[in-house]
């Protein structure tokens, strides 16, 4: 909560497959926000590196 109040909504966020990440209610979710959902690819493990590297920076941050 405070992050989004602090913040705003964020624009997009980015996923792994997850079941918790495909589940039609957490879509339903992001869409009433307008929150538009990407999701990494299975065969880029990269790209899960990114996301977990960009929530380390977030993570930090709030904590100041």
């Known amino acids: 909560k405070s992050i989004v109040c602090r913040f705003g909504i964020p624009h997009s ?3 792994d497959n997850g079941r918790q990440f495909i589940a039609q209610s957490f879509e339903n979710f992001l869409q ?7 999701l990494t690819l299975v065969e880029h493990p990269q790209t899960n590196g990114q996301a ?3 929530n380390k920076v977030i993570l930090r941050e709030l904590k100041k």
């Open 13 to 15: 966020i980015v996923t």
């Open 32 to 38: 009433e926000l307008g929150i538009k959902h990407l």
């Open 52 to 54: 977990e590297a960009a």
